[in-house]
C-alpha cells in the first residue's frame, strides 16, 4: 500500500478495472478496508455487491474510487482533502456514468446534503460533461439495515444509464 504524501497514513487502493463503464465514488474507506487495504473489501462490500446485483450491475465490472484514500483525519489540518481529491478527479476521465455514495462526495461535488439530492440525476461542473451522475447514501448504511433509500438510489441509476 501507498501512504499519503501529506499525512504518512497507509492509503486503500481503487479497486476495479480503469477503464470500467461505472465509477462508484465513496466518502472514504471503511475500518475493513483500511484493514484489507482496498475499498469494498469487508461486510459493506458484500452486502452491496448483492444489492447492486439486484439491478443488474456487477460490481467487479465497476471502478471503485474514494475521496479520501484513508480514513478521515479528526483534524483536517493533519492532511489535505485537495492531495486526495486530486487523485480522485483524475478517475473521472471519460466516465460516463458515476455514483456518489455518501454525503461528503455529495457535499464535495454539489454543494448539497445527500438528503436533498438522493436517487436523482445531478448536474456538477466537477463531474464530466453529459455524464450520468447520480446521488446515493454510503453503502456503510446497509449495514445499519437502512436499505430503502440506497435501493431507490440504485434502481433510479440503472434505469438512468439504461435511458
Given amino acids: 500500500m501507498d501512504k499519503c ?3 504518512g497514513n497507509f492509503m486503500v487502493d481503487y479497486v476495479g478495472l480503469p477503464n470500467a463503464d461505472i465509477l462508484l465514488i465513496l466518502d472514504k474507506p471503511d475500518w475493513q478496508d483500511v484493514k484489507g487495504g482496498y475499498l ?3 461486510d459493506v462490500g458484500d452486502i452491496f455487491r448483492i444489492e447492486l446485483a439486484r439491478v443488474g450491475i456487477q460490481l467487479n465490472a465497476c471502478r471503485v474510487v474514494s475521496l479520501w484514500r484513508h480514513d478521515i ?5 493533519s492532511c489535505d482533502l485537495d492531495y486526495h481529491a ?5 478517475e473521472l476521465k471519460g466516465k460516463t456514468k458515476i455514483l456518489l455514495l455518501g454525503d461528503k462526495i455529495i457535499r464535495a461535488v454539489t454543494d448539497s ?3 436533498d439530492v438522493s436517487s436523482l440525476k445531478i448536474e456538477s461542473e466537477l463531474m464530466p460533461k453529459g455524464a450520468v451522475v447520480v446521488a446515493a447514501p454510503n453503502p456503510s448504511s446497509l449495514i445499519r439495515g437502512q ?5 431507490l438510489a ?5 434505469r438512468y444509464i439504461n435511458e
Fill in 5 to 7: 504524501d501529506v499525512c
Fill in 73 to 77: 483525519p479528526k483534524k483536517l489540518t
Fill in 40 to 42: 469494498m473489501g469487508g
Fill in 86 to 90: 486530486n487523485m480522485l478527479w483524475t
Fill in 113 to 115: 446534503s445527500l438528503m
Fill in 147 to 151: 436499505v430503502g433509500e440506497l435501493r
Fill in 154 to 158: 440504485l434502481e433510479n441509476f440503472r
